[in-house]
């Protein structure tokens, strides 16, 4: 096992300790993974979701010379055909002939799921359909990578992380914030995890809003769009451009606003910068223990306690802002800056906690697939990043204090643990 890796596996022990939270779940990939890969043989890889997160992460493993992408799936057929063939034409400029015909695509995911030849799987569908595709993969026995917010409820979230434990698959959340962005993420975490700053008294996380009720004007879909496939598990309503555009958009679209489909922008850019919060933390197994919103009814300023007195708030700069007994620092993609020169630039001694290594979020996922390894965001991570945006999606909803258990994934409270899940519509199933 890697230094690195066994540095992350001591620091994971010691927080779930802390914690109360059973070892096993975060490390369970580690510890008995799927069979490796051999370097010489190409990964076979499927596309879930085309739009344009989609679109990118295509973009980037088309450029990677030992994985070889078999399939796509998308509701809506421009996008669909525009990755088959730039996926054809990407490898036919491979072959002296000029030509290649040997990718496929579909409408619906559990026919690219099906296919024995594909080794791993990438999803980047809207948030109400991650959790079905990722356990069902996951019981295909394929890896996976899915964008992030990981999940739509709470309760998905532990669904996918043992599904995934249990096949013994490699899993990694579209966390990339921990991988990419010059590392200055990575570098927060490691000052804030050796007392830089002293002892952390305050987190401020500045991202958007909590979703509302979907209200736009139901209009007929377009032949060209498989309507009830893109509301799938959700509650049914008709059509509507904004929530699924037609053909080669190039916007993110606003079904992250609404609650039916997503967590609105909290969780959207929340997924990335709570996720810092929790890591710098040594919060990735854990949690918060109380979610308490603002008395005023305001969608901003909502605060969550943790068991050892540390305060994060929902409101502030883009980013995070960790305030300290010793000083405070602020990162964002792209800043990093302190209340003084020497939290930054003295450097750290050889000694000194480190956290997980990663300068490239999709090889990072190829190579422990490669490897029998954890990836820098496996499930269990995605799920407690995920986690902190549903519950203040929740204390928001319900306007008052709540007290929550990480470990036991319960409120004290009938009405908040009601909206931990949403069943599935029929006739979908987490199963396969």
């Known amino acids: 096992m890697a230094s690195s890796e066994l540095l992350l596996r001591r620091q994971f022990l010691r927080t779930t300790a802390a914690a109360g939270v059973a070892a096993p779940a975060l490390f369970s990939a580690v510890a008995a993974s799927a069979q490796p890969v051999a370097a010489n043989d190409r990964l076979t890889l499927g596309f879930i979701g085309i739009g344009m997160m989609g679109r990118g992460h295509l973009s980037r493993f088309l450029g990677m010379n030992d994985v070889q992408v078999l399939a796509v799936c998308d509701v809506e057929k421009t996008r669909r055909e525009n990755a088959r063939q730039a996926v054809e034409a990407r490898y036919a400029e491979a072959k002296k002939s000029g030509a290649y015909r040997g ?16 080794d791993a799987v990438l999803i980047a569908t809207p948030d109400h359909w991650h959790a079905i595709p990722c356990i069902q993969a996951a019981k295909s026995g394929k890896h996976i990578y899915c964008e992030k917010p990981l999940t739509f409820t709470i309760r998905e979230g532990r669904m996918i992380a043992d599904a995934v434990r249990d096949a013994k698959v490699i899993f990694q959340t579209g966390s990339q914030q921990r991988s990419e962005f010059g590392g200055k993420f990575r570098q927060a975490a490691d000052l804030i995890r050796n007392g830089r700053i002293g002892k952390v008294k305050t987190v401020r996380v500045g991202v958007g809003g909590p979703p509302k009720p979907c209200d736009l004007p139901e209009l007929e879909a377009p032949g060209d769009v498989d309507w009830q496939m893109w509301v799938g598990p959700s509650v049914y309503r008709g059509y509507n451009e904004i929530l699924c555009p037609r053909g080669m958009h190039k916007h993110f679209p606003a079904f992250r606003q609404y609650r039916e ?12 910068h709570f996720d810092i919060a929790q890591w710098a933390l040594g919060m990735d197994a854990s949690g918060p223990i109380k979610v308490e919103p603002p008395a005023d009814g305001a969608e901003t300023g909502l605060k969550f306690t943790y068991r ?7 409101g502030g700069p883009s980013g995070c802002t960790f305030e300290g007994t010793e000083g405070t620092l602020y990162v964002d993609r792209g800043a990093l800056t302190a209340s003084s020169a020497e939290i930054l630039e003295t450097p750290l001694p050889d000694n000194a906690e480190r956290v997980y290594l990663s300068t490239d979020h999709s090889r990072n996922w190829i190579e422990c697939i490669r490897g029998g390894k954890a990836t820098i965001c496996p499930p269990e991570v995605g799920h407690r990043s995920a986690t902190i945006c549903h519950l203040a999606n929740i204390g928001y909803r319900l306007g008052r204090a709540l007290n929550w258990d990480p470990q036991a994934e319960q409120f004290d409270d009938k009405e908040a643990n009601a909206l931990l899940h949403r069943e599935p519509r029929d006739p979908w199933s987490y199963s396969v």
């Open 103 to 118: 990718c496929d695509e579909y409408t619906d995911f559990r026919e690219l799921l099906a296919r024995k030849d594909i």
């Open 261 to 272: 489909y997503a967590g609105g922008s909290l969780a959207d850019m929340g997924a990335h």
């Open 308 to 314: 050892d007195g540390v305060e994060m708030f929902h």
